[in-house]
């Protein structure tokens, strides 16, 4: 597979198949609670459940997959943590060394994980450019590759099958999305919603933490726009620029970008905890956070959207994380000035 925007729906359902018996076919929830609050049936994609506890597990160990038939003997990654676990635990189930690169102030939890799973954990910097440039150094030296966390197309298909998963179950069970939610760092998993989405007539949304919101500023100027990361609790979200690949095929199709706050993420936190019974990690929690955002603002709900999917993208959190959402109360009031900007598709 070509480094262009020329994928279609095929590359995720080629992904698919080969991932087929590799990674978990994660569980979709419902909570009639959740449903209430949005006045839309909200299906939620459990991928916290997912083998290395994210979806960066299918993008990872399908790059990973086609570079070891390739030939190749170890593999690098910058990441501030899921990306970081699942190209260790991909490397280790290919007999791959990997070397991860992690910020700094990356949590415990990730660092741990990662090299649990044998990876090599180096620390760089806080901002991604300061990753970067450790890995090419760290390729230049060794030779071997880079899988970017969502600038490559068999990152970008791999996660877009757990959106195609969610979309075939719904259809299944007779209710097909109308809509579709994806967080948005890098941008590579709504990329693959866009491609796993394409052709079924389905409304997709990325959500972005409010401050870090490259790809919302990207989309209104045409062009990519760089941004200096907010401070959010949603860590997973704060890259300072959406991927290239990214763009270039969510620009002309993705319906639009939902900006949510961190009282919004905790208390969408709150109610996966509650509701659903399972743990996600604020990253993965703010697709829900956009979800009710966006029946707050009409665009889902009676008369709008019956059936809206959300993918739940990890679960890899601090206990002490978990400790303060858990007992923290949002004082944001639910009527808030609209902040969806985006385009039809």
């Known amino acids: 597979m070509s480094h262009t925007v020329g994928q279609v729906r095929a590359d995720v359902e080629e992904a698919a198949r080969w991932l087929a018996g590799r990674v978990v076919r994660t569980p979709v929830?419902?909570?009639p609670v959740i449903d209430g609050l949005a006045g839309a049936r909200i299906l939620l994609?459990?991928?916290?459940?997912?083998?290395g506890g994210s979806y960066k597990m299918?993008?990872?160990?399908?790059a990973v997959g086609r570079l070891a038939a390739s030939g190749h003997t170890g593999v690098i990654a910058q990441s501030t943590g899921n990306h970081a676990i699942a190209m260790a635990l991909a490397a280790r189930e290919h007999g791959l060394t990997a070397t991860v690169v992690l910020p700094v102030d990356a949590t415990t939890t990730k660092v741990d994980r990662a090299r649990a799973a044998g990876a090599r954990v180096v620390l760089a910097g806080t901002d991604v450019a300061e990753r970067v440039a450790v890995v090419d150094g760290l390729s230049d030296s060794s030779g071997h590759p880079v899988v970017d966390a969502y600038d490559h197309p068999d990152v970008i298909a791999g996660q877009g099958t757990a959106s195609l998963e969610l979309i075939e179950e719904a259809e299944r069970a007779g209710t097909p999305l109308d809509a579709l939610v994806v967080p948005v760092g890098g941008g590579g998993g709504v990329a693959g919603a866009c491609l796993a989405a394409a052709g079924r007539g389905i409304e997709v949304y990325?959500?972005?933490?409010?401050?870090?919101?490259?790809l919302a500023r990207s989309l209104a100027a045409g062009?990519?726009?760089?941004?200096?990361?907010?401070?959010t609790i949603a860590?997973?979200?704060?890259?300072?620029?959406?991927g290239e690949l990214p763009f270039a095929i969510v620009r002309d199709v993705l319906r639009g970008v939902v900006r949510v706050d961190d009282d919004e993420i905790g208390a969408a936190f709150r109610l996966i905890l509650m509701e659903l019974k399972v743990l996600a990690e604020p990253s993965g929690a703010a697709g829900l956070a956009g979800a009710l955002r966006l029946a707050r603002e009409e665009r889902v709900g009676p008369g709008r959207r019956r059936t809206v999917g959300v993918v739940l993208t990890g679960g890899n959190v601090e206990?002490?994380?978990?400790?303060?959402l858990s007992t923290q109360r949002s004082t944001q009031r639910s009527a808030m000035v609209p902040t969806v900007e985006g385009m039809a598709a």
Request: proline letters at 11%; glycine letters at 10%; one cysteine or more.
């Open 58 to 62: 299918r993008g990872a160990l399908r």
């Open 223 to 231: 062009v990519r726009v760089p941004v200096a990361p907010a401070p």
């Open 206 to 214: 990325g959500v972005e933490p409010v401050g870090c919101d490259s």
């Open 319 to 324: 206990a002490s994380v978990v400790a303060g």
């Open 235 to 242: 860590d997973g979200l704060r890259p300072s620029c959406v």
């Open 45 to 51: 994609k459990a991928e916290n459940l997912q083998n």
């Open 29 to 31: 929830l419902r909570s």
